[in-house]
């Protein structure tokens, strides 16, 4: 059985920095690629980040570009997600998701993860200003 299981969310002040972590199990985590999601309250579901299986590639949404870092231990099956210079519109839970396949940039950009093949339960992220 797959799980990924997020961790790491909380409340912060804006300008503050928090790590989230997503350990899985249940899968061959290094040939899986993987990715971060957010839902915000009231709006869909939207792209942060992306790595590919080894961690030699990586997407960012325009919105997080040069604030957030996404990485990967596969020693650990776990990817990360460092978010610093947090914005109150930063505030969303946060998933992350596995997929077999790692797309090109134009696909994660503006895509809201439908038919990733993994999904964790997400964890909640609270910017304050």
């Known amino acids: 059985q797959v799980q990924l299981v997020e961790t790491g969310g909380g409340v912060v002040q804006a300008g503050g920095s928090l790590r989230l972590s997503c350990a899985a199990s249940g899968l061959a985590f290094s040939t899986y690629a993987m990715s971060w999601f957010r839902q915000a309250p009231g709006k869909e579901r939207e792209f942060v980040a992306a790595i590919s299986w080894g961690g030699g590639s990586t997407v960012y949404a325009d919105s997080v570009k040069g604030r957030f870092t996404i990485s990967r231990d596969n020693a650990k099956n776990t990817v990360y997600l460092q978010m610093n210079n947090l914005k109150p519109e930063d505030t969303a839970v946060y998933y992350c998701?596995?997929?077999?396949?790692?797309?090109?940039?134009?696909?994660?950009?503006?895509?809201?993860?439908?038919?990733?093949?993994?999904w964790g339960k997400g964890t909640l992220v609270t910017v304050s200003s």
């Open positions: 998701a596995a997929d077999e396949t790692y797309y090109k940039s134009s696909y994660y950009l503006g895509h809201d993860g439908s038919g990733m093949d993994y």
